[in-house]
T-cell receptor, first 114, second 113 residues
Framework: GEDVEQSLFLSVREGDSSVINCTYT??????LYWYKQEPGAGLQLLTY?????DMKQDQRLTVLLNKKDKHLSLRIADTQTGDSAIYFC??????????????FGTGTRLTIIP | AAGVIQSPRHLIKEKRETATLKCYPI?????VYWYQQGPGQDPQFLIS???????DKGSIPDRFSAQQFSDYHSELNMSSLELGDSALYFC????????????FGPGTRLTVT
């Protein structure tokens, strides 16, 4: 997580928008990702964005990428109690083999206030 | 839709014992990745395989080894277990040409006492 940084905690009122931020250091990242982890569960791939894009929208999720500042954000519209989880930002570097090697951030714990 | 299957889901071992974790990728996925997530930490990449061949290597200790079989399932073998090996071990799978879409299994929680 040292190359990918996130705030540890975020609290949001139900129905409001949540914005989770992430900064990364490697300018050669090919993709940036958001994963969701609920308590005791695995990592769910929420969305990803190619490093040449600056925005991607998927239903309630909006990803913004500022490549110049190496800043990635995830906006969740109309936040619901089911959105409570830890959100991991990740970047990937293409290896010599051709795989995308993921490096994760520390995770942001999103808490929804009723 | 079928997901990545990992077994066992929970495992308790004593120090210096060995453990074997199994991963069954999503059907038709040919690449498997292993990650380790310590308590309160982010997942760390350990190793990956494509067509039974090791493709990339991360921070995997020498005490650990892994392999991929002809049916694409993979096993992570851990020997001389230490207390610090207690973690959640994730397997992920993808198609080689689509490794930007890695789908994770539910994880195996290993506790070393």
């Amino acid at each position: 997580g040292e190359d990918v940084e996130q705030s540890l905690f975020l609290s949001v009122r139900e129905g409001d928008s949540s914005v989770i931020n992430c900064t990364y250091t490697d300018s050669s990242s090919t993709y940036l990702y958001w994963y969701k982890q609920e308590p005791g569960a695995g990592l769910q791939l929420l969305t990803y964005i190619f490093s040449n894009m600056d925005m991607k929208q998927d239903q309630r999720l909006t990803v913004l990428l500022n490549k110049k500042d190496k800043h990635l954000s995830l906006r969740i519209a109309d936040t619901q109690t089911g959105d409570s989880a830890i959100y991991f930002c990740a970047e990937s570097i293409r290896t010599n083999f051709g795989n995308e090697k993921l490096t994760f951030g520390t995770g942001t714990r999103l808490t929804i206030i009723p | 839709a079928a997901g990545v299957i990992q077994s066992p889901r929970h495992l308790i071992k004593e120090k210096r014992e060995t453990a074997t974790l199994k991963c069954y990728p999503i059907p038709r996925h040919d690449t498997v990745y292993w990650y380790q997530q310590g308590p309160g930490q982010d997942p760390q990449f350990l190793i990956s395989f494509y067509e039974k061949m090791q493709s990339d290597k991360g921070s995997i200790p020498d005490r650990f080894s892994a392999q991929q079989f002809s049916d694409y399932h993979s096993e992570l073998n851990m020997s001389s277990l230490e207390l610090g090996d207690s973690a959640l071990y994730f397997c992920a799978s993808s198609l080689l040409g689509s490794s930007y879409e890695q789908y994770f299994g539910p994880g195996t929680r290993l506790t070393v006492t």
